[in-house]
């Protein structure tokens, strides 16, 4: 992937520079429809239809055999309606009074009338059968992909392109919202064309194709436009996402303060416009493109039309076919051609769902191929020794490994902490200890059992992990706490790891206690500080009583008061675990049993607090620094 900056000319002030525009090399640089014939384009019709049936077989099998019904009835009613009309045809256009006229083709037409009425209460079934179906293929497709992704090696993240891969996948799941009706519609269409068609040729085998001539440029037009569409679609998808990124960033209630005091919201909106702007830009010019591809396909099928209906008045003029017949023609003519026109568009929605489904699909695939296989080994408590040996992790992309070859034996009841320069490895270097990550040379084991052939999820069964950047979940205190290990029944484990934090007065102090949900921008909500909030994020890792405790910075936002709590806390509990906390405080280290200094990804000091102070290295020198006031 590469990005590179479009400078406009100065004018006065200089500019703001805009949005870098990113492209892709690699798989992703190509569109997958690009080399792809209009044929082919047809062909994956079936399969695509196909596949919707599949999975709305899956959602609810009885609306399925609902809506196959439906169209049975559509098809049947519309071939009973054609033939109605040609036998009511004969006694209205005979001679003799109206009246008398009429009463020949009463039970003609009261035939026409129930099939009229049939083909209607199809509709509204096939209706309530699809919104039986959509809502519910609609979730579990949604609940799918956000399933994959939270399911994926960690690793997938970080991998050029799968973000995007991720937005285009999402617009599969807008489109499942119209897949069903379209499949539907196209279907019931082509079956009144099919009877209409049928009846037709019946009537005169020359208006067949002529009928077919007619709307065929049409079909290729949708189909083509479908097409263009996608395509700009495709070369939209990083600047959407990026651009859906900045709009939450910009518009989060939590960023209010920075975005506002900082005088960021002149040019995030300026931002945000340019991004629209440059979509904007692709969509307009592709509109010529589809405006010749609308203006031929209209000029071919025109003259088809044209050529239909002279055939069929050249057949009833020279009396090769009869008043009656030439009259029930036009009405065939009519049904089949607004039958051809709704397969046309539907065809071509059907199409460009298929395109979207595809991009979803691919990465669903790719997700499940990214899902870790780790090999069926288990972890289980306690753990009395993790080790790290030769481990080296460089990140894709990135020319020089994360972390550079480390060696590394941890004991029951030791607390290690981990110091060193921004970008030294000590976040990648707990993503490698608790087997977030893999190494890319070397093994990580706990008790034994190399992580790379571990079943992940009892590994983190027995972690506890308070990241630098803890999520603020929307949910109640109690699952605030709980979340990863629900505990329901019992608010007494709940208050024990509140009380370890010293939240117990802050939580108190909320209008519903521990049902207190915590979304400030939900009616009802509340807000903790920001501190309260790391608290918070500490009462969840001690909940779990966890062999492994991992805390990154977890007491940067919090008072003295705080702060020393919860180091007392975690000395406390240090017996029965393994402890890493990760620090640029380096007073803290002084709990520590043993304290590694990590430059470039390496290990250039260890040993214990007085050692490392009075050694001379770099973790003196950074201590001295943070003295130095
Ligand atoms: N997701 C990622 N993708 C690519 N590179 C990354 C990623 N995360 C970290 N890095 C790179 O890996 C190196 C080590 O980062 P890491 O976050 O482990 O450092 P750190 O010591 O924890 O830094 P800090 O003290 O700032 O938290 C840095 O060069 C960083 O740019």
């Not at 596949?51 to 439906?70: F, N």
């Not at 897949?179 to 009877?195: E, G, H, K, N, Y």
């Not at 990863?484 to 019992?490: K, M, S, V, W, Y």
């Not at 010293?502 to 519903?512: H, I, S």
């Amino acid at each position: 992937m590469t990005t590179s900056d479009v400078h406009s000319k100065p004018t006065g002030a200089p500019p703001p520079p805009p949005p870098a525009e990113i492209t892709y090399s690699g798989q992703y640089s190509v569109n997958p429809l690009a080399d792809v014939s209009f044929l082919k384009m047809c062909a994956m019709l079936p399969s695509v239809l196909a596949r919707i049936g599949r999975l709305s077989w899956q959602t609810d099998r009885q609306a399925v055999r609902l809506l196959i019904a439906c169209q049975i009835v559509t098809g049947v009613s519309a071939a009973v309606l054609l033939a109605a009309t040609a036998r009511a045809m004969g006694p209205v256009l005979a001679a003799g009074s109206a009246a008398a006229r009429l009463q020949g083709a009463l039970p003609a037409l009261l035939v026409i009338a129930l099939a009229a009425a049939m083909n209607r209460l199809a509709g509204a079934v096939a209706t309530y059968a699809e919104r039986r179906i959509t809502p519910l293929l609609t979730s579990e497709t949604d609940s799918t992909l956000v399933e994959a992704v939270c399911r994926v090696e960690a690793a997938a993240y970080a991998q050029d392109g799968f973000s995007d891969r991720q937005e285009a996948a999402e617009m599969g799941v807008v489109r499942t919202h119209v897949m069903v009706t379209d499949a539907q519609r196209f279907m019931s269409s082509l079956i009144r064309l099919i009877t209409a068609g049928s009846v037709l040729s019946l009537l005169s085998l020359m208006m067949l194709p002529l009928l077919l001539l007619a709307v065929l440029p049409a079909g290729f037009g949708a189909v083509l436009t479908a097409r263009v569409d996608y395509q700009i679609h495709y070369a939209n998808i990083s600047d959407r996402n990026v651009r859906g990124m900045m709009r939450w960033w910009a518009t989060a209630s939590q960023y209010g303060d920075e975005v506002r005091a900082n005088s960021m919201t002149d040019y995030l909106v300026y931002w945000y416009r340019a991004l629209s702007d440059r979509c904007d830009r692709r969509n307009l010019a592709a509109a010529p493109r589809t405006l010749r591809i609308s203006l031929l396909s209209a000029l071919a099928g025109g003259g088809f039309l044209l050529a239909t209906w002279g055939a069929l008045a050249w057949l009833a003029v020279t009396g090769r076919i009869e008043p009656a017949i030439a009259a029930t023609a036009v009405i065939a003519v009519q049904t089949a051609l607004a039958a051809l026109s709704q397969v046309v568009i539907n065809c071509a929605a059907v199409f460009h769902t298929s395109l979207y489904l595809n991009d979803m699909q691919s990465f669903l695939d790719e997700a499940a191929a990214r899902a870790p296989r780790r090999g069926p080994r288990e972890v289980s408590g306690p753990v009395e020794q993790i080790r790290l040996d030769e481990v080296v992790y460089q990140y894709p992309g990135k020319d020089k490994p994360a972390v550079d070859g480390i060696s590394l034996t941890l004991e029951r009841g030791q607390i290690l902490a981990i110091v060193g320069a921004n970008g030294s490895g000590k976040s990648t270097l707990t993503r490698l200890l608790t087997g977030i990550y893999l190494p890319d040379k070397g093994k990580v084991t706990w008790n034994g059992c190399d992580l790379a052939d571990t079943d992940p999820a009892t590994v983190w069964r027995l972690t506890g992990l308070v990241p630098q950047d803890f999520a603020r979940w929307p949910l109640r205190v109690r699952e605030n706490i709980t979340l990863g290990q629900p505990r329901t029944h019992d608010d007494a484990p709940v208050w024990e790891a509140i009380d370890a934090v010293g939240l117990r007065e802050a939580v108190e102090d909320l209008p519903n206690g521990l049902d207190s949900l915590q979304a400030r921008d939900i009616w009802g909500g509340v807000e903790f500080s920001g501190g309260q909030w790391q608290r918070e994020a500490c009462a969840r890792a001690l909940y779990r009583k966890p062999e492994l405790l991992i805390l990154d910075e977890p007491t940067s936002q919090m008072d003295p008061r705080g702060e020393h709590q919860v180091f007392e806390r975690i000395k406390a509990i240090a017996t029965d675990r393994i402890t890493i906390m990760v620090t640029h405080r380096l007073e803290n280290t002084k709990i520590a049993d043993h304290i590694i200094v990590l430059e470039d990804g390496r290990i250039s000091e260890q040993g214990h607090y007085e050692d490392l102070v009075h050694c001379g290295g770099t973790f003196a020198e950074l201590l001295a620094l943070s003295q130095d006031r």
